[in-house]
């Protein structure tokens, strides 16, 4: 995705989800025990909505997500990818959990995040400089790109007591 927006020059924004399994639609029964002293005794409740921690819980998320971005966006997944989305060859989404990156030129990707932000809680990162760990460097003008991964080889070199070397 990053390299196909080096390349036609787009901008790429990263998003991050505040909220991203929580008070997503249980489509299945769950019950959980509540503590002891909330009803008097200790009782069982159903649940209508995720909770963090459930094993529901990010399969609910992605298919909210999925059907927001298909049916109220435009996107289509990608075909061998399906956390990689696309709107009429314009605009790239890339979804990992609750990060996402949109590429696209500038205007309509400005367009995608305002939609996104009304459906959810959500953080406009900026240009994307990080993602997943990686450190990412752009030029746009120069249709360039470059990853690194400096941040985590500096934690494991201390983490082994080798940051000297």
Request: proline share 2%; charged share 25%; with cysteine.
């Amino acid at each position: 995705m990053l390299s196909v927006a080096a390349a036609k020059g787009f901008a790429v924004r990263k998003m991050d989800l505040v909220t991203a399994c929580l008070g997503c639609e249980l489509h299945e029964e769950v019950y959980v025990s509540l503590p002891v002293g909330v009803f008097g005794r200790e009782r069982l409740a159903c649940l209508n909505r995720c909770l963090y921690g459930l094993k529901q819980s990010p399969r609910c998320w992605y298919t909210t997500i999925d059907n927001f971005l298909i049916t109220r966006i435009g996107f289509c997944r990608g075909r061998f990818d399906w956390c990689v989305y696309n709107q009429d060859n314009r605009t790239i989404l890339a979804l990992y959990v609750d990060d996402m990156l949109i590429a696209g030129p500038l205007g309509e990707v400005k367009l995608v995040c305002d939609k996104l932000k009304s459906k959810c809680e959500m953080v406009d990162l900026g240009t994307v400089s990080h993602f997943l760990g990686k450190v990412v460097s752009m030029d746009t003008d120069g249709h360039m790109i470059s990853w690194s991964q400096e941040g985590y080889i500096d934690r494991v070199l201390e983490r082994f007591g080798m940051a000297s070397c």
